[in-house]
């Protein structure tokens, strides 16, 4: 009887705990955080569901280059152009272009340079992302797809030859006319150069630049390509601002960026954080995500690219500069990625 006793007494006060918990909970400011239950990616909710896979293979491609392949149960198909979130041991969520063969139902093959100066994520790839570690991914996305085209021109620089290499095999099995510039510091830090000088053949699909060697690539090929082109880039930001350059006049090349657009790079306006109660002020030369983090430290955030979509929050008032690369246009209306948007006018009001 005493031992009832004593469970009917702990089971009363874990209750009373519970309730007491649920009502500071729910009469908090800043309740519930964040706002949106899950960020949402904007091409299907598959490819925001996290999915468990192991590294089964690690090899080095090019000098200061990790290739892993990926391999787990249930993994969505994808086509080329197609990229993956990572989310690092850390909890970092980095994105990376799969580089694999789109027939392999079982893995999925990306690859990464080490940049030392970076934010921490290619340094955790290399550093820690052995054989054997297990990883949660997400996605299959394709922000950079191959449309159909009987002619290609593609022009690739250093790592951004991940994206581009499917579409070359793709080009390459449909029997379209193609080339490519492939373009890198040298030719050891160049993945993949010998399999794509192999699709390449002896013609002159394929022209390597390598820096050291000869210089900067000469682009002037594309204006005089016929209209039937679908011209490709991805590579370093001066790259691609060449290649637009280089583009007649009417016709537009099609882009896969390392970064997002600038954070900054437009006037200070003011936010107001509904649910606290609280107004500060974005400077001109700041981030909004990193203004709200001042006043709500707790705030989910990662990539702060505007890839992932783990800092989005609903806008209840006020015109939106949007930056991401992840939202469609219907949750556009009312909301935003805080980590690279911007208020277009002078005041935004957030869920927050």
């Not at 820690?128 to 990883?135: A, T």
Request: with cysteine; charged share 25%.
């Amino acid at each position: 009887m005493p031992r009832l006793t004593t469970v009917a007494l702990v089971a009363g006060a874990a209750l009373l705990v519970r309730r007491a918990v649920r009502s500071r909970m729910t009469t908090a400011p800043l309740w519930p955080m964040p706002s949106l239950d899950t960020p949402v990616s904007g091409y299907g909710r598959g490819s925001t569901v996290p999915r468990k896979v192991r590294v089964t293979r690690r090899s080095t491609p090019a000098e200061g280059v990790v290739e892993l392949r990926l391999e787990g149960a249930g993994l969505p198909a994808w086509q080329p152009g197609a990229h993956i979130d990572l989310v690092l041991p850390s909890g970092l969520v980095r994105q990376y272009s799969l580089c694999g063969d789109p027939g392999d139902p079982a893995s999925y093959t990306v690859a990464t340079r080490l940049v030392e100066d970076g934010r921490g994520g290619s340094r955790e790839v290399h550093g820690q992302l052995r054989e054997g570690v297990e990883i949660e991914i997400r996605g299959p996305r394709n922000r950079f797809p191959l449309v159909g085209s009987p002619a290609y021109a593609f022009v690739a620089g250093g790592i951004g030859i991940t994206p581009v290499l499917s579409m070359l095999r793709a080009a390459e099995a449909a029997g379209a006319d193609w080339r490519l510039v492939y373009c890198g510091r040298s030719r050891a830090t160049m993945p993949y150069l010998e399999e794509i000088e192999r699709l390449g053949g002896d013609g002159d699909r394929v022209t390597v630049v390598a820096e050291d060697e000869s210089g900067f690539p000469g682009l002037e090929f594309l204006a005089h390509l016929p209209a039937e082109t679908a011209v490709y880039c991805c590579g370093p930001d001066g790259l691609m601002d060449a290649v637009a350059a280089a583009m007649p006049e009417g016709r537009t090349a099609r882009f896969e960026r390392f970064t997002a657009a600038a954070t900054t790079g437009g006037t200070a306006f003011e936010v107001e954080l509904r649910r606290s109660g609280r107004t500060l002020t974005v400077a001109a030369d700041r981030s909004l995500l990193s203004a709200v983090r001042e006043e709500v430290p707790g705030l989910m955030y990662s990539c702060q690219q505007g890839f992932c979509g783990t800092c989005q929050q609903r806008v209840l008032e006020g015109e939106i500069d949007h930056r991401d690369e992840l939202l469609t246009d219907e949750e556009r209306d009312d909301s935003m990625l805080i980590c690279v948007s911007r208020c277009a006018g002078k005041r935004l009001v957030l869920d927050l």
